[in-house]
């Protein structure tokens, strides 16, 4: 398997455009994750998807953002409009766990968002 | 909700030296701790981890332990090598935290230096 796949890996923007972060996760896996980490916050838990549905989204910092898991095979993480304090590494994470007895979490390498 | 506080934040040991990083916990109903690495431009990876019924656990060069009692839990890298350096997080999984209960530490910069 090729691992957690995320594009774009680097993402250079202006503030107020829009950018759209992608995720392909391990096949077979059932849970998928969005981490923002900073050097000053370290790794945030932003949201967090079982089987395709969300279920805890308390991580996003304002309705700014926005995630979607369409399919087992993809999520979109949605930044409209981007303001320089998002810049950051935005990682996805997938792995096969059940309520109560978490699973390895894979993470993907990464995408480097820039805002200016 | 669980809190996990990791220390040092930076490390330097001479090559061949040990490293030790800890971590502490707050929620005594966490049961599961992992560690992952994390090198440069890359995503965290899991090195090892254990589980709370389980006092200690040794993989090679690294291992992990664990006091329920004191909510500590630390990762030990003997005869360190320069592959070791990168950054290292802890984690605390609680499962009673909701959805997701794992909680990071802030991470620590372990340099090895030749």
């Known amino acids: 398997d090729a691992g957690v796949i995320q594009s774009p890996r680097h993402e250079v923007t202006e503030m107020g455009q829009e950018v759209t972060l992608r995720c392909k996760p391990i096949?077979?896996?059932?849970?998928l994750f969005w981490y923002r980490q900073t050097m000053m916050r370290g790794l945030e838990l932003l949201i967090y998807?079982?089987?395709?549905?969300?279920?805890?989204d308390s991580g996003m910092p304002e309705d700014r953002f926005s995630a979607k898991m369409p399919n087992a095979s993809f999520s979109t993480l949605k930044i409209q409009p981007s303001e320089p304090r998002d810049s950051a590494v935005y990682f996805c994470?997938?792995?096969?766990?059940?309520?109560?007895?978490?699973?390895?979490?894979?993470f993907g390498e990464g995408s480097r968002l820039t805002v200016l | 909700g669980e809190n996990v506080e990791q220390h040092p934040s930076t490390l330097s040991v001479q090559e061949g030296d040990s490293a030790v990083i800890k971590c502490t916990y707050s929620?005594?109903?966490?049961?599961?701790f992992p560690w992952y690495k994390q090198e440069l431009g890359k995503g965290p990876q899991l090195i090892i981890d254990?589980?709370?019924?389980?006092g200690e656990k040794k993989d090679q060069r690294i291992a992990v332990t664990l006091n329920k009692t004191a909510k500590h839990f630390s990762l030990h890298i003997t005869e360190t090598q320069p592959e070791d350096s990168a950054v290292y997080f802890c984690?605390?999984?609680?499962?009673?935290?909701?959805?997701?209960?794992?909680?990071f530490g802030k991470g620590t910069h372990l340099i090895i230096q030749p």
């Open positions: 994470a997938s792995s096969f766990g059940t309520s109560g007895n978490t699973g390895e979490l894979f």
């Open positions: 096949s077979g896996h059932n849970s």
């Open positions: 998807f079982n089987n395709n549905v969300p279920i805890d």
């Open positions: 929620d005594s109903a966490s049961n599961y």
């Open positions: 254990i589980r709370s019924n389980v």
């Open positions: 984690a605390a999984y609680d499962p009673g935290g909701g959805a997701d209960g794992l909680t």
